[in-house]
């Protein structure tokens, strides 16, 4: 399969289903001889912005080298899925007009519906406060206010937000038609 070089950066809630969607899109794509790289945010944290906490300065910072690193790759043809929180919107933005080529998708699911498929228990974890600063409970989530693709993981299957996100980037170009 023909392609350009995009990022796709999916957004939201911890528990909202974004390395769900992001894994299942890359095996669609790999199976079609798309290159690709997966940037997760809970492994970037471990690799390339160890040391950072969870300050919004430190938050900026890591979003901010995930998209550093999804710019090289975009530009030398290499869709990148990016699965990561990245609460801010104007950091979100900040990348959107640096990269250029750049695909939001809100991962979209109520607070309620992630915390109960928090098998982490990160969420209860923060409601006693052992988690300070955690993105939903005690620090702010700024969803996307005109994501290019908004995928309700409450209310789809994942195939279908799979789906959306696959016809998406062919209507923007970024792969030919199946």
């Given amino acids: 399969m023909k392609h350009r070089g995009v990022t796709v950066w999916f957004t939201g809630l911890s528990g909202a289903g974004k390395t769900t969607i992001t894994k299942a899109v890359a095996e669609k794509l790999t199976s079609q001889g798309c290159k690709l790289e997966i940037l997760d945010g809970d492994i970037v944290r471990e690799n390339l912005t160890k ?25 030398n043809g290499v869709i990148v899925l990016v699965s990561a929180i990245s609460p801010y919107r104007a950091v979100r933005e900040e990348l959107k007009e640096k990269i250029g080529d ?5 991962v979209n699911a109520p607070l309620n519906v992630c915390e109960d498929r ?16 955690f993105t939903g409970v005690s620090d702010p989530y700024e ?14 299957e994942e195939e279908e937000s799979v789906t959306k ?6 209507e923007l170009g970024y792969l030919d038609p199946a």
């Fill in 51 to 75: 040391g950072l906490g969870f300050s919004k300065e430190d938050r900026d910072i890591n979003v901010r080298r995930i998209g550093f690193v999804s710019h090289l790759l975009t530009r």
């Fill in 118 to 133: 928090d098998v982490k228990g990160l969420y209860k974890k923060a409601r006693t406060g052992e988690i300070p600063q």
């Fill in 165 to 170: 996100v696959l016809k998406t980037l062919e």
């Fill in 102 to 106: 750049f695909v939001e998708v809100f």
């Fill in 143 to 156: 969803p996307p206010t005109n994501p290019t693709l908004e995928c309700r993981t409450d209310l789809e």
